[in-house]
Structure formats: structure tokens, C-alpha cells
């Protein structure tokens, strides 16, 4: 007999993505019909305030202060991992022992050794893991699936991803976890190539080299809360206590993938004015496509096939019921947004859960982006061009 018991949850993170989750898990039973209802058990937050009124806000019923309490309850099915890159592999692999379902941000992990343990963890524990590249979720990427597969595209030869945001463009920004390497393993190169790889491996396939080139352009920030002045004897002025930034503010890639199309990559946090320019373009000997988050409800598509004097590219608006998800929600042409990817991922995610079938991107789709982004930062440091190695699963295979 399958388990209809409600599936109850825990939440680790309580701020953008904790926000971002939890919004998904109210409205994912609204929306779509899934086979589980969906309790929301418990959120942990350093601070018991802020976690309080985190819960009261979004409708969790108690708080944790430790994530390894949360984990260790017994009430809760499902951990959902909302906490800065560092804190993925403990997390997750505590939450697998424990018995429970994984659902995860990405970058999967901050490196390599930490992303294998954790896909072998989920793997001995028999428990459903996903690693929330949410942007696959997006209907017209699902769209843009669809063409490659029907060979509207036909061969690909190349890829061009860009991930643009400007958010720290500013100097004084201080010194958040973000631009911490022990906490977020890289910058924009973890942060948003991963998604961008994520894309690429979904859509275009296996990345087999890479060379990259990485920048620093500000070197030490402002502490967090550094707001106490501290009084610099050599120039007579007070400066706010400042560390360094240990990551990279951008990262290029150029990459070779194992059937012969050639890619770029570009992430930054310094291009000023682009907020979240999430853009890919694929070109193939049939056709070519174009996507750019900050215009997620459209699809540009070129078809070599149109008749000559009809040729040009064409912007789908993916908002029909026969496109992916879209259904569930408005009529045609009623938009959706950015939320609405983390919706569609934890109704797959749900139902997964319930039918024991994987879901992607799982643990191992997380730990093939993982393997490209520390190949790329091999590359960056020695100047050569890297093969990427392989990816072994525990339960066998490599690809
Ligand atoms: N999929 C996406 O579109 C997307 C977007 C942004 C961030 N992310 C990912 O989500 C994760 C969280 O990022 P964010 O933007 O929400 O960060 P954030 O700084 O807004 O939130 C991090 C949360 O973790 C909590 N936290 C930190 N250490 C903790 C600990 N020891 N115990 C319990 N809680 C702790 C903080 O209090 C905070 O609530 C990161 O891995 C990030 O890469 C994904």
C-alpha cells in the first residue's frame, strides 16, 4: 500500500531561500495534484527570534536552533537544505542517515569529495535527493528540451551561457558568507555557472574539458556589522574593520563537450545594471534557441526549415496549457515567475517521493556540475586546459 500519510517537513535556512522553499511547499498542493499532503513541521534558524517569527509568517508549527535537532527528529520525513554551501554536506548526509528524503540547493557542495559523499550517503539510505537547479523548471527551458529532442535544432555546435548580476558591484558591500571561500567554496562560478552548467548538461549534454579564467576586483570588504570604526594610526582616519574576499568576482569558461559542440560560460556579480541575466543561446545545424530569465516566459527559436523568404527567429510565448506545468496555473498569456520554478520542483519532488522513481537534477546530476565547476577552478589556477574527470556513482557506472 502506497504511504498517503502527510509528508512533513523540516527546513534548514530561514531567509531568501528559506523564504523561496517554503512559499513552494504552501503552494505546491494548491496547484498541482499530489499524491501526499504536506505538513510543515519544523524551521531552524540560528536565532530563535528571527526562526520564530519566520514560522509564524509562513506557517511552520515549531522551531530548532541546531540543524543536527532538526534532523534528529523523529516527525519530520523530509529535510530541506537552505543553508550556505558549507553547511550542504553535513546537513544532507546527517538528514540520509536519518532515514530522510533530501531536498537540497544547489551548488550541490563545496567541492568534489564533499558531493560524493553525499550522493553515496543518499544512495546507502534508499532515500529520494534532489538538488534544486531550479531553472530546468522553468516552462520554456522544458520547451527548449522538447525542440532539441524532436531534432528541431538537429546537431549542436555551440553553446553560449551568460549569468549576469551586479549586487556587489559596490565596494563598501560588506564581506557576507558569500564572498567567504569556506562557506560558499567559490563566487558566481559556484554560484551561478553551476546553474548554468546544470542547463548545459540538461540540454546540450556531457562537458568533457575546460579552460577558465577568473578575476578578482576587490580585493577586502567591509566586515558584516562593521559599523564600529577602527582608527588607523598611519593616515589618522577611521576605516571599518575589513577582511579579505577569498573568492572570484567572475569566471569564463571555455568548454569541449564529449560529442563535439564547443560552449561558453561567463558569471559575474560586476555587470552593472544586469539584476539576474540568466541568458543561453544554442545554435545547431537545424535550428537555434535563445532564453533569458529576465524574460522566462518567452522562447526565441530559429528553424532552418521555415520557408527562405519566412526566416527569422520567432518568440514563443510559453504560456499554453500544452507546455510544460503551465496548465496548472492561468489562462494563456497570464505570466509566471521566478517562484513558481521552486513550486514545480517540489511537486516533482513530492511525487517522487511518493512513487520511489528518481527526479533530476538529483544528487548525482549536482555532483556532475560539481566535478566541471572544480575542473574550471584547476584550470584558472595552472593555466591549462582540464579534462574533466569522470564521475563514478556508488551503485556503478561513470559517465
Ligand atoms: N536556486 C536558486 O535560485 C538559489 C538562489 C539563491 C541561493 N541559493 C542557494 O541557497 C542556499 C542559501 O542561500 P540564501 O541566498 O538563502 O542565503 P541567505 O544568506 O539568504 O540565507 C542563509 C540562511 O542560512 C542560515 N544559516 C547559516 N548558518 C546556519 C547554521 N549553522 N544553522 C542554521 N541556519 C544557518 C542563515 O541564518 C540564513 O537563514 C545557498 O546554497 C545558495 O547557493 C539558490
Sequence with gaps: MPDVSPLRIGIAGTSFMGRAHSNAWL?????????RTIELRAACGRDRTAAEDFARRWGWQSVETDWRALVARDDVDVIDVCVPQALHA??????ARAGKHVFCEKPLALNRADAEAMLAAVQQAGVRHVVNHNYRRVPAIQLAKRLIDEGRIGRIFHWRATYQQDWIIDPEFPLTWHLQREHAG?????????????????LVGRIETVSCLTARFIGERPLPGAGAATFSAGTGTATAARGAVTVEDAA???????????????????????KNRNRFEIYGSEGSLAFDLE?????EFYSRSDPEHARGFRTILVTEACHPYIGRWWPPGHTIGYEHTFVHAVADFVTAVHTGAAVHPDFSDGLRVIAVLEAALESAASGRRITVPPVHSPS???T
Excluded: C, K, W, Y
Excluded at 503552494?27 to 499524491?35: E, H, I, K, N, S
Excluded at 553535513?90 to 538528514?95: E, G, Q
Excluded at 524574460?295 to 522562447?299: D, I, Y
Design 252 to 274: 569564463l569558461l571555455h568548454v569541449q563537450f564529449a560529442d563535439g559542440a564547443v560552449g561558453s560560460f561567463e558569471a559575474t556579480r560586476f555587470a552593472a545594471g544586469r
Design 90 to 95: 553535513p546537513v544532507a548526509i546527517a538528514a
Design 295 to 299: 524574460r522566462m516566459n518567452e522562447l
Design 396 to 398: 556503478g557506472g561513470s
Design 27 to 35: 503552494q505546491a498542493p494548491r496547484f498541482f495534484d499530489l499524491p
Design 186 to 202: 567559490s563566487g558566481p562560478h559556484g554560484d551561478l555557472n553551476s546553474h548554468s552548467i546544470d542547463l548545459a548538461h540538461f
